[in-house]
């Protein structure tokens, strides 16, 4: 039992069941940064970004994820800067990482307008923890773990393109670059283990009907081998560039509803549900998640011309 819930924390503490080592983020397009570090500086303020996630509640134990990010340009140079810190919790296993970030942005002639692209790198520290006194073993009495407190940390570099015109966006990040060993003091024996390299691309498009109505598909795309691919497909619906709703499928897994609405172009309140659709789903009763932003005064002008900041 000791090593059962041990390489479960090491393969995956928060998307156990699709075997991949990194959070998901129903909400992700509201916090783009934090998968692709080369989102930073576009546009021409600070902007904050919180999303807290409730995965599959009424599971003992299941993931809870917290992520706050702070992203924006150099008042006088094309470049851009940003860090995120997040706390992920499975039971008995804790994940925290903290990382910062430079962006720099590079004008594309020839195609729209203001077309840019960005190139991104992050670097930052995971550390990861079991806490054994929450872990109840098989056999009773079992010194394995005992009441103690197992901690490891590990560097980390993550990498990311991000292209941005009007109305158009694609990105392409690697994630846990580095793919360190994970050892922790006095539990050698579980041998060696290892954070894995993730990818993702992601893009989308936004498509105005009219004054007041805009839609904006996107697709994420997320890998980590030998895992199969999985896709999140989004189409939301706009009202007057403030108020939106929209649908989400998530491959092998679940379909996802969101509204959430931007006051005064300052402050964003966002709100998923996450129904699942895998074998999960008779043991749940979804997943829930909360995005707030906040955009601080402009202090440059921007060039970008996205139809939509968000």
Do not use: C
């Not at 060993?181 to 539990?187: M, S, T, Y």
């Amino acid at each position: 039992m000791k090593r059962f819930y041990i390489l479960l924390f090491l393969l995956g503490i928060t998307t156990i069941l699709s075997a991949q080592q990194l959070q998901h983020y129903t909400q992700y397009m509201f916090n783009e940064y934090v998968i692709n570090p080369a989102n930073a500086g576009f546009e021409g303020y600070y902007q904050a970004r919180i999303n807290n996630r409730i995965q599959w509640v009424g599971i003992t134990d299941a993931p809870r994820t917290f992520v706050l990010s702070l992203y924006g340009p150099d008042r006088k140079r094309n470049v851009g800067y940003g860090g995120y810190v997040y706390n992920d919790v499975v039971g008995p296993t804790s994940r925290v990482g903290v990382y910062g970030s430079y962006t720099y942005l590079l004008k594309i002639d020839g195609v729209t307008p203001n077309d840019k692209l960005g190139m991104g790198l992050s670097l930052g520290l995971q550390q990861y923890k079991i806490d054994g006194s929450k872990i109840t073993l098989h056999d009773e009495g079992d010194p394995s773990l005992g009441n103690q407190v197992y901690s490891a940390y590990v560097p980390d570099a993550n990498f990311g393109l991000m292209y941005k015109s009007a109305d158009f966006y694609a990105g392409l990040s690697f994630f846990q670059l580095m793919n360190n060993a994970i050892k922790f003091k006095d539990l050698d024996n579980i041998g060696v283990n290892r954070v894995r390299t993730h990818f993702f691309f992601e893009g989308g498009y936004f498509y105005e009907i009219n004054d007041n109505f805009m839609l904006a598909p996107s697709i994420l795309l997320k890998f980590m081998w030998p895992v199969p691919l999985q896709a999140d497909i989004t189409l939301r619906g706009f009202y007057q560039k403030k108020a939106w709703a929209g649908i989400s499928f998530r491959t092998m897994d679940a379909v996802s509803f969101m509204i959430g609405y931007e006051y005064n172009k300052q402050i964003m309140f966002g709100y998923s549900f996450d129904l699942s659709v895998s074998h999960i789903a008779k043991y749940n009763s979804g997943t829930h998640e909360v995005m707030i932003g906040y955009k601080f005064s402009k202090i440059k002008s921007s060039e970008s011309a996205l139809k939509i900041e968000l």
